[in-house]
């Protein structure tokens, strides 16, 4: 394996995406409505980068996505609404 094949935060880029999907959002509307770019959001979806605590914070006052459920996987710290979109999606890990 290369070094530009490691893609360190796959688990939180798969949830991140998981939980712009269940909102309804593409990419360039997610990024835009939190303030972001979209290769930011891009990164953080491949799995490249992991969005940092004030990011985290953003993606939670915008839309709900709590820090634990993005770094850790818990749907108990998201809203009802998004945690069911969410709960039998099989690409995504969680928290127990």
Same mark, same amino acid.
């Given at each position: 394996?290369?070094?530009? !094949? ?47 605590? !004030? ?12 820090? !634990? ?21 099989? !690409? ?5």
């Amino acid at each position: 394996m290369q070094e530009s !094949d490691v893609r360190p935060y796959t688990e939180i880029g798969l949830r991140l995406r998981a939980g712009r999907k269940a909102l309804g959002y593409n990419q360039t509307e997610f990024a835009k409505r939190a303030g972001f770019t979209k290769s930011q959001v891009s990164n953080w979806e491949g799995g490249l980068h992991r969005p940092s605590l !004030d990011a985290c914070i953003t993606l939670r006052e915008t839309y709900g996505l709590s820090i !634990d459920f993005i770094i850790f996987g818990n749907l108990d710290a998201l809203p009802h609404r998004i945690a069911k979109a969410l709960e039998l999606n099989p !690409d995504v890990n969680f928290s127990q």
